[in-house]
């Protein structure tokens, strides 16, 4: 089975702090996958990595980026923190030919 | 742009009740659709890839159809274990690029 572990299930950062949400899989998967999940929203796609140190943005990358530094793990990084980034954020990893595999999310509040 | 509209909101069954989700799309050149559960507070489950219209896939007392506009998620006779939030997703032409609905949250009551 595929393990998407994703490093804090609940975190509480304050305005204009910067934050880094960690993802590792475990599948020698190609593509990694950050959303956001917001009520009434669905989910959203901030940024995708196909490959080491290759990054490609999303729906919503606004206040965002990513780092790819190993194949097995993918940061999201909130440059400077703000309330409307209050949400459930799912790392995602897959192959070309397999459906996406989720991590159980972090629930990230900006106060 | 790909759309995905997912009906009921909400959905009460009895345990036993069987009844059916909706998941309609629009996307330019399908390449796939994607059933999903979701627990709370927790990440989403894989459970389905349909292709083409026509294509059907069963799991337990869940069953995926398609359609050119639509996908229905039947569930047969629930159990209380069934209740969760199951999401749909479109991929169209880009990159493993799929676009989510909001979702159906099912409670099913013994």
């Not at chain 2, 790909?2 to 799309?25: F, I």
Request: hydrophobic share 30%; glycine share 8%.
């Amino acid at each position: 089975d595929v393990k998407v572990t994703q490093s804090s299930r609940y975190l509480v950062k304050r305005t204009g702090e910067k934050v880094f949400l960690e993802c590792v899989q475990d599948m020698d998967h190609e593509n990694m996958f950050w959303y956001r999940q917001d009520p009434g929203l669905g989910l959203r796609l901030i940024y995708f990595s196909y490959d080491v140190k290759m990054k490609e943005k999303g729906d919503i990358p606004e206040g965002y980026s990513v780092s790819r530094e190993k194949k097995e793990r993918f940061s999201l990084i909130l440059e400077s923190a703000s309330t409307n980034q209050t949400s459930m954020y799912l790392c995602a990893t897959s192959t070309p030919n397999s459906p996406l595999h989720f991590g159980n999310g972090t629930r990230l509040t900006v106060t | 742009e790909d759309q995905v509209t997912q009906s009921p909101e909400a959905l009460r069954l009895q345990e036993g009740e069987s009844s059916s989700l909706n998941c309609s799309y629009t996307v330019s050149g399908l390449r796939g659709l994607f059933w999903y559960r979701q627990d709370p507070g927790k990440g989403p489950e894989f459970l389905f890839t349909l292709y083409s219209a026509g294509e059907e896939k069963e799991k337990e007392r869940l069953k995926a159809t398609l359609t050119k506009k639509e996908s229905f998620l039947h569930i047969t006779a629930p159990k209380p274990e069934d209740s969760a939030t199951y999401l749909c997703a479109v991929q169209g032409g880009g990159f493993q690029k799929l676009v989510f609905g909001t979702g159906t949250r099912l409670l099913v009551s013994p």
